[in-house]
């Protein structure tokens, strides 16, 4: 089952009409009705009932995506929203970080005497805290330096940054947010791996198979860094869609056919002599 994603975007957005100077096209765009004059949509071609929503010359109509690039805008706007996540997700660490490394000898008190309370409960169940890997990995955060712990929380803070304006500029269909999210996004990939070799996990595989779907995705289907004809190819591929255009170009009268490919007998025709009036 396919979507109509003109339909769809039009059903939530509302439907967006102009009149062009051009008096052609403006009649291919416009019908008058027993209950009023009605315009087509720019973007799912319906005729609807009302004044337009702009007019004047059709090269300043505005570029309505249609098709193919609602679908691609839908599909960055998803991207936006996990970016967005991650980044508040982010932020939220570098806070946590902040606040640790101002409080740390008073956390490492809280969680000995936490750790001193459990622990006759954690060897009644055969569970060994002195050596377990998450209470050391704990202790040893106690030992940084609380200058390494605020790099840390700026560094995180400058990360999710990156990622809610990725986000912001990906829901808004910028060309710029999507250079910026396959440049991000194609940095971290290494770190992922490496993370992969490490611990596998189902999470960190899925998260790696999105990541590199995304960078696929927009670096191919959006022509970054020249790819498939670039910037030009793209711009081209999104006027050609445009209902506008299509209407432009579909009132073009019939160009005359060369002599080459005209009729046969035309050619001949043309070599005769024409009759004298007189």
């Given at each position: 089952m396919s979507i109509d994603w003109d339909r769809r975007h039009c059903s939530r957005k509302g439907h967006i009409t102009y009149a062009p100077d051009d008096l052609r096209l403006r009649a291919r765009l416009h019908a008058p009705t027993a209950v009023g004059e009605v315009w087509r949509c720019l973007r799912c071609g319906d005729f609807v009932l009302g004044e337009p929503h702009g007019s004047g010359p059709a090269e300043l109509a505005p570029v309505v995506p249609r098709g193919r690039a609602?679908?691609?805008?839908?599909?960055?706007?998803?991207?936006?929203?996990?970016?967005?996540?991650?980044?508040l997700l982010v932020v939220v660490a570098a806070w946590a970080i902040w606040k640790f490394s101002n409080s740390q000898d008073a956390v490492r008190r809280l969680f000995e005497d936490d750790l001193t309370v459990f622990r006759p409960v954690a060897e009644h169940f055969g569970y060994d805290l002195d050596h377990s890997p998450v209470v050391d990995t704990i202790q040893k955060t106690f030992d940084y330096k609380k200058s390494t712990l605020h790099g840390v929380a700026a560094g995180l803070g400058a990360y999710a940054l990156i990622e809610v304006v990725e986000g912001v500029g990906l829901w808004f269909?910028?060309?710029?947010?999507?250079?910026?999210?396959?440049?991000?996004?194609?940095?971290?990939?290494?770190?992922?791996?490496?993370?992969?070799?490490?611990?596998?996990?189902?999470?960190?595989?899925?998260?790696?198979?999105?990541?590199?779907?995304?960078?696929?995705?927009?670096?191919?289907?959006?022509?970054?860094?020249?790819?498939?004809?670039?910037?030009?190819?793209?711009?081209?591929?999104?006027?050609?869609?445009?209902?506008?255009?299509?209407?432009?170009?579909?009132?073009?009268?019939?160009?005359?056919?060369?002599?080459?490919?005209?009729?046969?007998?035309?050619?001949?025709?043309?070599?005769?002599?024409?009759?004298?009036?007189?």
């Amino acid at each position: 089952m396919s979507i109509d994603w003109d339909r769809r975007h039009c059903s939530r957005k509302g439907h967006i009409t102009y009149a062009p100077d051009d008096l052609r096209l403006r009649a291919r765009l416009h019908a008058p009705t027993a209950v009023g004059e009605v315009w087509r949509c720019l973007r799912c071609g319906d005729f609807v009932l009302g004044e337009p929503h702009g007019s004047g010359p059709a090269e300043l109509a505005p570029v309505v995506p249609r098709g193919r690039a609602l679908r691609d805008l839908f599909i960055l706007r998803f991207l936006a929203v996990e970016r967005v996540l991650r980044g508040l997700l982010v932020v939220v660490a570098a806070w946590a970080i902040w606040k640790f490394s101002n409080s740390q000898d008073a956390v490492r008190r809280l969680f000995e005497d936490d750790l001193t309370v459990f622990r006759p409960v954690a060897e009644h169940f055969g569970y060994d805290l002195d050596h377990s890997p998450v209470v050391d990995t704990i202790q040893k955060t106690f030992d940084y330096k609380k200058s390494t712990l605020h790099g840390v929380a700026a560094g995180l803070g400058a990360y999710a940054l990156i990622e809610v304006v990725e986000g912001v500029g990906l829901w808004f269909g910028k060309r710029w947010a999507e250079y910026l999210a396959v440049v991000a996004t194609a940095a971290f990939l290494p770190i992922e791996v490496y993370e992969l070799t490490e611990k596998m996990s189902w999470f960190k595989v899925g998260t790696l198979a999105l990541n590199i779907a995304a960078v696929l995705y927009i670096l191919i289907g959006k022509r970054l860094f020249g790819l498939r004809g670039g910037h030009a190819a793209f711009e081209a591929e999104r006027r050609s869609a445009s209902l506008m255009e299509v209407e432009e170009a579909a009132g073009e009268p019939p160009a005359p056919l060369p002599v080459r490919q005209r009729p046969a007998g035309t050619a001949a025709a043309d070599r005769l002599p024409s009759a004298d009036p007189r």
